[in-house]
């Protein structure tokens, strides 16, 4: 469930039900009971299948334009495909607070340790910071976007969140269990052969074919890039707020400003704001609310009014351990790595093979980039500059004169001005850690009072800059630079990295 107010500062909120309500929960009824090993035999009792079935062994597909803050969308959006099957044979096993006796596969593990409350305090942080604590922490991912995997998953958060914004994040739980897909020679016996085979069918991968990443494009989205190995179970209250485009807060205003809105629900530490404060704040900020578990018409009620501490707590009082539990988080691991760990040759050849493919279409950075173009020796009449990269997406725009995206890799910028010595625009670039082929094409004409003769020595230029909320203008930054003359030219250059430090050089062929 989700819904917007009519305000300018934007809120969103979304339930998830009890695993009884999962739209894909499918019950099963037959007259069975459990045998001494754990297995089921024919009999007059009855059981459920549990739901956990449905999510884990499949695939997703992690890739630039997936938001790994979300899990709702995670999970509605993930692959059909399956990476690793349920086993046929399966046990019974209890739940904590639940009396029904759940159909578990033997090649998934279940942990049921019993209810376990956890507070996630206020974390306020800008955004670049908050990638980089998510990133080195999978608990801290988990604990407040419902999200985790190993550092050496192959993923990247930097397009789940805006690097320039101010983040608030605050979760509270009551953890129950978690159902596991076990390791080892438990999973490979389950691996789909079809998987494998598609793998190995492809060419071998190169940045440097336009056909060969085709290939593999195609081949991840029928088969994802990841799969979910481990569900957690329980109740979870959750909230995300960011600045948007709002550059002038500070980490000290804002977290009061959260802690002024959320102060019925939530017990934040720290200085009380002001009214001119709370009204700025009021403008700009981006809510998320995520209520899981729970009754589920109280959990859809506070979704939409988080604020209200009755709704709150009627929420709160409304869980009952193993009757009303829903998926919290999830963990994840890329399909190379799994199948790189088998002990099968032919699994450690197929994920050797999609590795670098792997992190190509998943480990994306992102950083705000100024595209510009100018003379140095009078005002420019008429300014034109391209910018052209394949392996980057060029996703919004912020500032500056005019410019037009014409695909998600080229930018295109026309101004006609007497006013300045340069024209720029601002837009946002993602793009793999790899190293970035650009093309500068550009053309610039001095204005008719140029004397006679005198042709307009002009430059082109793309910055990539990070961590805009630093005071000193410290991160990471990128220059390209490229001379131009009234006739339009194609620059060409390479950029080590969009992380890359200094200034690199473009020409023309």
């Known amino acids: 469930m989700r819904f917007h107010e009519a305000t300018d500062g934007q809120s969103s909120a979304e339930c998830e039900t009890p695993i009884e309500h999962d739209p894909v929960y499918r019950p099963l009824a037959k007259s069975q009971e459990l045998d001494m090993d754990g297995t089921f035999v024919d009999s007059g009792g009855s059981y459920e299948t549990h739901p956990s079935r449905n999510f884990i062994g499949r695939s997703l597909l992690l890739d630039r334009n997936k938001n790994l803050t979300s899990l709702a969308s995670l999970l509605r959006d993930r692959n059909n495909s399956t990476i690793v099957k349920a086993s046929p044979t399966e046990t019974g096993d209890h739940i904590p607070g639940s009396d029904i006796i759940w159909k578990i596969p033997s090649n998934f593990e279940l942990d049921a340790p019993g209810p376990t409350a956890r507070t996630h305090s206020l974390e306020v942080e800008t ?37 320039s914004a101010m983040y608030g994040v605050y979760s509270m739980n009551e953890d129950n269990y978690s159902v596991t897909l076990k390791p080892h020679a ?34 991840f989205e029928s088969w994802g890039t990841h799969y979910i190995k481990k569900l957690n179970y329980g109740t979870r209250y959750q909230l995300k707020i960011d600045s948007g485009s709002q550059e002038k807060t500070t980490q000290e205003s804002f977290k009061a400003c959260v802690k002024a809105e959320y102060k019925n629900v939530v017990s934040i530490q720290g200085r009380v704001a002001t009214e001119d404060e709370l009204k700025e704040y009021t403008n700009f900020r981006q ?74 279409f998943t480990d994306v950075r992102s950083a705000w ?141």
């Open 127 to 163: 955004g670049s910071e908050l990638i980089k604590k998510m990133s080195a922490s999978a608990e801290m991912s988990a604990s407040y976007f419902g999200f985790s995997a190993s550092a050496e998953a192959q993923y990247g958060m930097e397009t789940s969140v805006d690097s």
């Open 186 to 219: 438990d999973t490979y016996e389950f691996v789909d052969g079809m998987v494998v085979d598609a793998i190995l069918t492809l060419p071998t991968w190169t940045i440097d074919d336009s056909a060969v990443i085709k290939a593999y494009k195609e081949f």
């Open 287 to 360: 809510s998320e609310c995520v209520v899981r578990g729970g009754d589920p018409g109280a959990a859809a009620i506070l979704a939409e009014d988080p604020t209200n501490k009755d709704k709150f707590d009627a929420w709160a009082n409304s869980r009952k351990t193993g009757a009303t539990d829903a998926i919290m988080n999830i963990q994840v691991d890329s399909i190379s790595r799994l199948l790189e760990k088998s002990p099968v040759e032919k699994h450690k050849q197929a994920g050797k093979q999609i590795r670098e493919a792997t992190s190509f």
């Open 369 to 509: 980039c100024y595209l510009e173009v100018g003379v140095d020796n009078d005002y420019i009449d008429f300014g034109r500059i391209e910018i052209s990269a394949p392996e980057a997406e060029i996703t919004a725009r912020r500032h500056g004169h005019p410019s037009i995206i014409q695909n998600p890799s080229s930018l295109i910028m026309r101004a006609k001005t007497s006013e300045y010595k340069y024209i720029w625009t601002c837009f946002k670039l993602n793009t793999p850690d790899v190293p970035l082929r650009v093309r500068l094409s550009c053309k610039i004409r001095g204005n008719v009072n140029m004397p006679p003769g005198q042709t307009p020595f002009g430059w082109a230029r793309l910055n990539c800059w990070f961590n805009k909320y630093s005071a000193d203008h410290s991160g990471y930054y990128s220059c390209m630079r490229a001379c131009s003359v009234p006739d339009c030219r194609d620059y060409q250059g390479t950029l080590p990295s969009i992380m890359a430090t200094g200034d690199f050089p473009a020409s023309w062929p």
